[in-house]
């Protein structure tokens, strides 16, 4: 059992329904930190339950079926997302708890609501947490929870369930590093296993072979529903028309010693807010803005890379042709975006997985695009100089006038505030990203 979240089980009867369900009905709770996600207040009994009665199997096929997805895939705009992600959705005439539940890569996201309060409804959920666990622990648990069930099935003498014939087949995935890596690539495009384009997944595969799976993986992230992802040739091809030269040996470098964390240590935030401040420390840049020449000199390219007003692709990538040669491509037509877009660049550059020749900043929430938004922010708007400017009025015209002097957007002072601890997020997935994931 993880320290840190558990799925707790007591069997209980049931004396009616399919053999599976009243083999595993059960008081089930979801604990995350030594706080039950599945609190609430039972009306029949009239008292605060933390583990209302559900079908463990249920839960279970569910959990085995969206293995793939939620253990890899990020929040998404996809249509179906929630029915991978959100207990909700499970149905079979249960009372299930508003939990939804996404993955960065690196970290897992357990965000419980409150249900509504309705006239006849038994059980109603009251827990409103926002709990992050490592993904090796979110592995773990599942794992232990799934077994649990087939083994109180065995015990029931029940078998050839659903259950048992879908886990046989993550497990055998999971075992082989190629259909392990076609599933997540699937995750990580909004897929069910086997529903996306096979000629999508053998591209995918292809072009990781040239560019790096780490930086493929964060291009299937982006995907849009309904769109196509682009190949490493088209990407080449965006580069040499709209990307602007840079020398990936010109780039800005930390020392060795400088002691910041290993991805997947602590939370994106925070890993991109401590490299921020070593190379600023590195630097010597006090707290002072960041002129467009000295950001573009640091990041190994031109200043006219900044200075540019035209759009370029959909995402903001650097592609290298060699150690000497690369090409720089920026999505914003503004220019506190294209500062905020080539700081990010350079952050994945010194924070992001070494190896390979490209370096994506999309607008997808793994742990590597959430790490370069936050190095981008405290990089060019240090988060004590921007503090010392407010004096603590964090009105929105206070905001603009620092936003103004660092030369960033609104939203990058904003996430800022809420980092650390300056404003109150919003209860939404947007605000939690930003502060905790």
């Excluded at 059992?1 to 599976?20: F, H, Q, R």
């Excluded at 087939?150 to 078998?159: N, P």
Aim: net charge negative.
């Amino acid at each position: 059992m993880s320290a840190n979240w558990s799925i707790n089980v007591d069997w209980e009867t049931l004396d009616k329904g399919p053999p599976e369900e009243r083999a595993c009905f059960a008081a089930l709770g979801i604990q995350a930190h030594g706080v039950w996600l599945t609190e609430g207040r039972d009306a029949l009994a009239n008292r605060l339950r933390n583990a209302p009665l559900l079908s463990a199997y249920s839960l279970a096929e569910w959990m085995a079926w969206n293995w793939w997805r939620l253990r890899w895939e990020p929040r998404s705009s996809a249509r179906d997302w929630v029915y991978a992600h959100r207990l909700t959705t499970i149905g079979g005439g249960y009372i299930w708890p508003n939990i939804t539940v996404f993955s960065d890569g690196e970290r897992i996201a357990l965000i419980a609501k409150p249900t509504s309060e309705r006239p006849q409804t038994p059980f109603r959920y009251i827990a409103n947490v926002a709990a992050v666990i490592q993904a090796s622990e979110f592995e773990v648990e599942v794992d232990n929870f799934i077994d649990q069930t087939l083994q109180r099935l065995d015990g029931e003498r029940i078998g050839d369930t659903n259950l048992a014939a879908i886990w046989k087949g993550v497990l055998e995935e999971r075992r082989t590093p190629e259909l392990t890596y076609a599933r997540k690539l699937e995750a990580l495009l909004s897929q069910e296993p086997d529903e996306a384009d096979p000629r999508t997944i053998a591209q995918l595969i292809k072009d990781a072979a040239a560019l790096s799976m780490a930086a493929i993986e964060e291009i299937a992230a982006d995907r849009s529903p309904g769109q196509s992802v682009p190949t490493a040739d088209e990407l080449k091809e965006i580069a040499d028309k709209k990307g602007f030269d840079a020398s990936p040996r010109d780039r800005a470098r930390l020392a060795p010693g400088h002691g910041t964390p290993k991805i997947g240590q602590v939370p994106a935030w925070r890993m991109g807010t401590d490299v921020a401040r070593a190379l600023r420390d590195q630097e010597r840049l006090d707290g002072k803005p960041i002129s467009n020449a000295l950001l573009a000199k640091l990041a190994g390219t031109h200043v006219v890379a900044l200075n540019e007003r035209s759009s370029g692709a959909s995402i903001s990538f650097a592609l290298d042709s060699d150690v000497q040669h690369s090409r720089v491509v920026l999505r914003s037509k503004w220019e506190s975006g294209r500062r905020f877009e080539l700081a990010r660049l350079l952050g994945d550059r010194l924070a992001g997985p070494k190896g390979g020749r490209l370096f994506p900043a999309t607008r997808a929430y793994t742990y590597r695009q959430k790490m370069q938004r936050s190095f981008a922010a405290e990089f060019l708007a240090p988060f004590d100089a921007v503090d010392e400017m407010l004096s603590g009025d964090y009105s929105m015209e206070n905001q603009l006038e620092v936003a103004s002097h660092f030369n960033v957007s609104e939203l990058t002072v904003r996430t800022l505030l809420l980092n650390h601890g300056r404003l109150d997020r919003e209860e939404s997935f947007d605000e939690f990203e930003a502060v905790n994931a």
